[in-house]
């Protein structure tokens, strides 16, 4: 069974810092793109940041890029997004999410696109205070 099971939410002081956590299993790691979405109530889901395992290139939303990094330890199938200098405008639930490797190559899946994921997470809901 394929599960994505996020973790390190929580709530933390606007200008603080968290990681998360993704663990992956139920499929072949290295043919998935992972990446990180997050929803605030009433808003889209956005996509905030993805790697490809499979050459470690990595991807951030303008949002939060300079301050967000995004790694992978391939042998214990875990993403991590670690965020600093969090503002209140970070505050959503934030979801793990896997994107068949070729579905990205072929363009018809992206990380910033929550149409056409193949697996979500359940999500881990970050609130960053004033």
């Known amino acids: 069974e394929v599960q994505l099971v996020e973790s390190g939410g929580g709530l933390v002081q606007a200008g603080g810092s968290l990681t998360l956590s993704c663990a992956a299993s139920g499929f072949t790691f290295d043919d998935y793109v992972i990446g990180w979405f997050r929803q605030a109530p009433g808003k889209e889901r956005e996509g905030v940041s993805c790697?490809?395992?499979?050459?470690?290139?990595?991807y951030y939303a303008d949002s939060v890029k300079g301050r967000s990094t995004i790694d992978s330890d391939n042998a214990r199938r875990t993403v991590y997004l670690r965020m600093a200098s969090l503002k209140p405008e970070d505050t959503a639930v934030y979801y793990c999410?896997?994107?068949?490797?070729?579905?990205?190559?072929?363009?018809?899946?992206?990380?910033?696109?929550?149409?056409?994921?193949?697996?979500w997470g359940r999500g881990t809901l970050v609130t960053v205070s004033s």
């Open positions: 790697i490809n395992s499979s050459n470690g290139r990595t």
């Open positions: 999410a896997a994107i068949w490797l070729p579905r990205v190559v072929a363009g018809t899946a992206t990380c910033f696109s929550a149409i056409g994921i193949d697996y």
